[in-house]
């Protein structure tokens, strides 16, 4: 099992900002072995590939495909490229990256295809170099820390917070799944979200989906506390 940071005992509320924690979520993640994070990623891509099959078999669709936005692993992320690469041979999905064209506002989306060319854009970070954007409705979050509730802590630039804020007041339904390694999970003491901070509909980790079991993946262990 993977180091938590959890609330102590006695459970005296322990609030703490999102900032003061992100170096210990950093450090817990960056501690997992090359063999953990490998098997961690095919485990991730495995119940997320439940969660899209079963959003692909109730969503009315009406010819339309459905996109599913991801993200180009930084750092210490999940790396789900070998995911990517086969779900875009799926014509029922259009996959797509985020774009960062101006910082401190909600993020674009574009079209990604194993032959999209990537360049680096804002912190480097690879982006699709393809035009026009795309409204996912499917928003994979890349997530530091979490709660059971659903909230969550990233790098602090209020990106996906600003962009599910968008996309929600847009009237756009977007289900936002958050994808982070299992030691991210915080106790809901720990870890008090401010109010621009966006719900996460469900977050999967290795250990499972929260909430759940909302999956095919018959394998799945519930990651409930
Ligand atoms: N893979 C991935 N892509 C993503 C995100 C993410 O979390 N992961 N984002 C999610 O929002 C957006 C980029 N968000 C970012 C927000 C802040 C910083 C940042 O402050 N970087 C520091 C260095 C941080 C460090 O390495 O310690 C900097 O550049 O000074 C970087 C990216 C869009 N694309
Ligand atoms: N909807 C919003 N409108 C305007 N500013 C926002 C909004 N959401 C977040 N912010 C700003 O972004 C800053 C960083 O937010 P927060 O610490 O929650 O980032 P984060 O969710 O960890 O980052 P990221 O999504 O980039 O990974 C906040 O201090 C806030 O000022």
Redesign the pocket.
Same mark, same amino acid.
């Given at each position: 099992m993977a180091a938590r940071i959890a609330s102590g005992k006695p459970t005296k509320p322990r609030e703490a900002t999102?900032?003061a924690l992100r170096p210990r979520l950093r450090a817990l993640r960056a501690a997992m072995s090359a063999t953990e994070r490998a098997a961690a990623d095919a485990r991730i891509a495995g119940l997320l590939q439940g969660r899209i099959h079963d959003y692909l078999a109730a969503a009315p669709r009406g010819g339309r495909r459905v996109v599913l936005s991801a993200f180009w692993p930084i750092g210490d992320e999940p790396d789900l490229r070998p995911a990517l690469r086969a779900w875009a041979r799926d014509d029922r999905l259009e996959l797509a990256l985020p774009v960062i064209l101006t910082k401190?506002a909600p993020l674009e989306f574009r079209a990604w295809t194993p032959d999209t060319p990537m360049a680096p854009g804002a912190y480097g970070i690879p982006e699709p170099q393809s035009t026009g954007p795309r409204t996912p409705d499917i928003v994979l979050v890349?997530t530091?820390g979490y709660t059971v509730d659903g909230d %969550?802590? $990233?790098?602090?630039? $209020?990106?996906?917070? %600003?962009t599910l804020?968008a996309l929600r007041q847009g009237g756009h339904e977007t289900l936002a799944l958050g994808i982070a390694y299992a030691c991210g999970r915080l106790a809901p003491d720990v870890h008090v979200p401010?109010p621009?901070?966006m719900r996460l509909d469900a977050i999967i980790t290795e250990e499972g989906c929260i909430p759940g079991p909302h999956t095919t993946d018959q394998g799945a262990r519930p990651a409930t506390p």
């Open positions: 999102a900032a401190a890349p530091l %969550r802590i $990233g790098y602090g630039g $209020g990106y996906y917070d %600003r804020a401010e621009h901070d």
